[in-house]
């Protein structure tokens, strides 16, 4: 009897152990499965946007962020894709965050609201946000384009000369190069903007509105203008020439360029590098632009060969001709008090 308790209890505990030992087995397999799951999770994880990706990968270290609103096709758009700047600042403790806008104005609006530090826009996008006290200030400027910017009409339109605009609905973005060319070309015609119906809209709803026949001519500027010429003949009414030298500025916010000049200097640097590149490498660059958005390579070389990407601290002439245009503003009733845009002009030297 006691032989046979003994076996009992052997092959009692014998069991016990091989049950454990299973258990541990199981145990073990699953925290390997786990721990590799998370290793293969990790490296399949999709990159939502290049902010969040910035933002996930960035060092621990990285203690301060600029955050830098773009237009889509301008050399910042380049420069966001090609992660240089990142790269740079990441040995500083910084990181960047992207926001693309549509147009001028939203980007001034940002600056004002605290949202972003950087930014860049047309004519006249600043010179309201001056007159309603964005707090900016001028950086750079590039060269004025010529060919970038028209109003135009569908190719089977009635409407032939600027004249023919009286009594039509123009679609336009308030505060921006087109609506200023839209005064501009519609005074040498003899007409005045109230002789028309400006129909405010932002670039994409314009072009709905403008398909679509809702209204009848649109002043707009690449490369929304070369993205609707795939798909639409148009006529040109007008262009810039004669009329206004259509560039773009870098701004900033005016506290973020007082506290980090050195900031500024950078991202104008990495700016001009990737502008010169683009204007050196205009297939190369319209290869980037047809796989990033799928616009058609035709259309891509034709928009980075119809413009000079570059960069150049601010120029007088520059100031000189947004003078110019804010008077202008003034005269018309679109500003309420006179500028004056030497007020809002960075005055660090912008070694390039």
């Given at each position: 009897m006691s032989h046979i308790k003994t076996r009992f209890q052997l092959s009692f505990f014998s069991q016990n152990t091989i049950k454990r030992r299973v258990a541990w087995g199981y145990t073990l397999i699953f925290t390997l499965v786990f721990c590799l799951s998370l290793a293969v999770?990790?490296?399949q994880s999709p990159v939502i946007n290049n902010s969040t990706a910035k933002?996930?990968?960035?060092?621990?270290?990285?203690?301060?962020?600029?955050?830098?609103?773009?237009?889509?096709?301008g050399a910042l758009f380049y420069l966001k894709a090609k992660n240089s700047l990142e790269n740079r600042l990441a040995k500083m403790?910084?990181?960047?965050?992207?926001?693309?806008?549509?147009?001028?104005p939203p980007i001034l609006e940002a600056i004002g609201k605290g949202k972003i530090d950087l930014g860049?826009?047309?004519?006249?996008?600043?010179?309201?946000?001056?007159?309603?006290?964005?707090?900016?200030?001028?950086?750079?400027?590039?060269?004025?384009?010529?060919?970038?910017?028209?109003i135009?009409?569908?190719?089977?339109?009635?409407?032939?000369?600027?004249?023919?605009?009286?009594?039509?609905?123009?679609?336009?973005?308030?505060?921006?190069?087109?609506?200023?060319?839209?005064?501009?070309?519609?005074?040498?015609?003899?007409?005045q903007l109230k002789d028309a119906q400006l129909v405010d809209l932002p670039p994409p709803k314009a072009q709905e509105a403008f398909v679509r026949g809702e209204v009848d001519a649109w002043a707009i500027w690449q490369p929304f203008l070369a993205q609707l010429q795939e798909t639409m003949p148009v006529n040109?009414?007008?262009?810039?020439?004669?009329?206004?030298?259509?560039?773009?500025?870098?701004?900033?916010?005016?506290s973020f360029a007082s506290d980090f000049p050195d900031i500024v200097k950078i991202v104008m640097g990495?700016?001009?590098?990737?502008?010169?590149?683009?204007?050196?490498?205009?297939?190369?660059?319209?290869?980037f632009i047809s796989a990033r958005t799928?616009?058609?390579?035709?259309?891509?070389?034709?928009?980075?060969?119809?413009?000079?990407?570059?960069?150049?601290?601010?120029?007088?002439?520059?100031?000189?001709?947004?003078?110019?245009?804010?008077?202008i503003f003034f005269r018309l009733g679109l500003l309420p008090d006179r500028i004056w845009i030497e007020d809002v002009i960075w005055k660090q030297k912008l070694d390039l």
């Open positions: 999770a990790s490296c933002t996930q990968n960035a060092p621990s270290n990285l203690t301060r962020v600029v955050r830098i609103g773009h237009q889509r096709f403790g910084w990181s960047v965050e992207w926001t693309e806008f549509a147009a001028g860049y826009a047309g004519v006249a996008a600043p010179i309201f946000a001056q007159s309603e006290g964005v707090p900016f200030v001028y950086i750079a400027n590039d060269s004025a384009l010529p060919g970038s910017i028209g135009i009409v569908p190719q089977d339109s009635p409407i032939r000369t600027l004249a023919d605009l009286k009594g039509k609905k123009i679609a336009a973005t308030q505060k921006t190069a087109g609506h200023y060319l839209l005064i501009r070309a519609l005074t040498q015609s003899g007409l040109f009414l007008a262009n810039s020439d004669g009329l206004m030298n259509d560039r773009n500025f870098y701004l900033a916010s005016r990495e700016t001009r590098q990737m502008a010169t590149w683009i204007t050196k490498n205009p297939e190369r660059a319209a290869e799928g616009m058609r390579i035709t259309t891509a070389i034709k928009l980075t060969k119809s413009r000079r990407y570059d960069l150049l601290p601010i120029q007088d002439r520059a100031v000189e001709e947004q003078q110019r245009i804010a008077e």
